[in-house]
């Protein structure tokens, strides 16, 4: 059962454009809701990560929505470089269980030049 | 300051063979956890410590895997009678005790042949 389901799996984007990844979680006791960049060889670096009692955070050029209803929020990059170009991972968790992440699949993201 | 360190970068072994993998979290954070990521897949729960104690080893796959942070620090997890199976990326976080934030090391690439 995946409890993070995340979209879509891969992304091309020209430079400058808009990339955009959707997660959908199911545990509505989730209550942090972190993206993760990751290189090649690397280890996931924490990017942007959100709590339920907003809907909306942005740092410089990567903003994330987050519908409480729907159970969705969504990783926004603006004028995607190609320096962008990694894996992208949305992951969820809550109090009481640790703090343990629950990720999603991932989404391989390729900025054109 | 420094972030998580885990060392060796690399390791090969044959099947059948004992290894240990090395995590050094940031300083002042007393929780640590490890992942497992699998190629062209999220990272995967295996154990959460607070301070000294394994809090919550359910993510482990068997007994030929455990972990120890004799000084609430330091963590190694430590793999017996290595398996084809276990070839993965052996991830390190660690976060501060109040933080929801987790902060990953580079990984650990085990290769068993």
């Known amino acids: 059962q995946q409890q993070v389901k995340q979209s879509p799996q891969s992304l091309i984007v020209q430079k400058g454009g808009i990339s955009i990844i959707n997660c959908a979680y199911e545990?509505?006791?989730?209550?942090?809701f972190p993206w993760y960049q990751q290189f090649p060889g690397k280890g996931p670096a924490l990017l942007i990560a959100?709590?339920?009692d907003v809907s909306e955070k942005k740092e410089g050029r990567f903003t994330i929505s987050f519908n409480k209803s729907a159970k969705q929020f969504s990783l926004h990059i603006m004028d995607s470089q190609p320096g962008d170009s990694a894996t992208y991972f949305c992951?969820?968790?809550?109090?009481?269980?640790?703090?343990?992440?629950?990720w999603g699949l991932g989404t391989s993201l390729a900025v054109n030049p | 300051g420094a972030g998580v360190s885990q060392t060796p970068s690399n390791k090969v072994t044959e099947k059948g063979k004992y290894v240990e993998l090395r995590c050094d979290p940031i300083?002042?954070?007393?929780?640590l956890y490890w992942y497992r990521q699998s190629l062209g897949q999220g990272p995967e729960f295996l154990i959460y410590?607070?301070?000294?104690?394994?809090?919550?080893d359910s993510g482990l796959p068997n007994d030929r895997f455990f972990a120890v942070r004799p000084e609430g620090s330091v963590s190694t997890l430590k793999i017996q009678r290595t398996e084809r199976g276990d070839s993965a990326v052996y991830l390190c976080?660690?976060?501060?005790?109040?933080?929801?934030?987790?902060?990953f090391g580079p990984g650990t690439r085990l290769t068993v042949t």
């Open positions: 300083s002042g954070h007393t929780a």
């Open positions: 976080a660690s976060r501060y005790p109040q933080g929801y934030e987790q902060y």
């Open positions: 959100i709590r339920p």
């Open positions: 545990n509505t006791a989730f209550d942090y």
């Open positions: 410590f607070q301070g000294t104690g394994a809090a919550d």
């Open positions: 992951a969820s968790n809550r109090a009481g269980n640790n703090r343990k992440l629950i």
